[in-house]
């Protein structure tokens, strides 16, 4: 089945700067890269997702880059927020064939220091 | 208001006795999933149904089973809990694939 590797596990960033949280996944057949945020408490939240025919994609300070050939995907934060602070999940799904399954990467703990 | 609900929010439980956790959802979604959150381990997909009477497992589906008899439910049922199912565990809907999935508030499960 897929595997997903997130890292790193924590980040701290300083208010203003920007933040990277990179995942690779292991199988080639995924198609689906979806990223959640979740903060202390709350539910996960979709914050930005890429499919497998784009290398690129981007939502005001967010973006996200799909490398399908070295199956890795980042996520990327500029100009980071205190409200950034959180929880980040990768995952990874072969949607297709009546296959839904969503591999989820460990996450990672970002925290903003002002 | 659009919203994934789940009941109930904390339960506290003896090993073997069985229980459901139910999950509802408004949105006239065709599909749903069952995920259970452990520290250090991320999100876990427990099952997921593409519509009514269509379901299939995860990632993590042993020791749990689930039904979709209406399009707006998916009930999890654990027949006989065990302490290591002690999780948090959010039910999820999404109109089609591909599609933003929203996730109910969570289920705060301690099996003793």
């Known amino acids: 089945g897929e595997n997903v590797e997130q890292h790193p596990s924590t980040l701290s960033v300083q208010e203003g700067d920007s933040a990277v949280i990179k995942c690779t996944y292991s199988?080639?057949?995924?198609?689906?890269f979806p990223w959640y945020k979740q903060e202390l408490g709350k539910r996960p939240q979709l914050i930005i997702d890429i499919r497998s025919n784009v290398g690129e994609k981007k939502d005001q300070r967010i973006a996200v880059t799909l490398n399908k050939t070295a199956k890795h995907f980042s996520l990327h934060i500029t100009e980071t927020q205190p409200e950034d602070s959180a929880v980040y999940f990768c995952?990874?799904?072969?949607?297709?064939?009546?296959?839904?399954?969503?591999?989820f990467g460990t996450g990672t703990r970002l925290t903003i220091i002002p | 208001e659009a919203q994934v609900t789940q009941n109930p929010r904390y339960l506290i439980t003896v090993t073997g006795k069985k229980l459901t956790v139910t999950c509802s959802q408004n949105?006239?979604?065709?599909?749903m999933s069952w995920y259970r959150q452990d520290p250090g381990l991320g999100l876990r997909q427990i099952y997921y149904?593409?519509?009514?009477?269509?379901?299939d497992k995860g990632d993590v589906p042993e020791g749990y089973k689930v039904s979709r008899k209406e399009k707006r439910n998916f009930p999890l049922i654990l027949e006989s809990p065990s302490p290591n199912q002690t999780s948090l565990y959010f039910c999820a809907s999404k109109p089609h694939s591909q599609e933003t999935q929203y996730f109910g508030p969570g289920t705060r499960l301690l099996v003793l």
């Open positions: 949105m006239n979604h065709e599909y």
């Open positions: 149904s593409m519509n009514v009477e269509v379901t």
């Open positions: 199988d080639s057949a995924s198609n689906y």
């Open positions: 995952a990874a799904s072969k949607t297709n064939f009546g296959n839904e399954k969503l591999t």
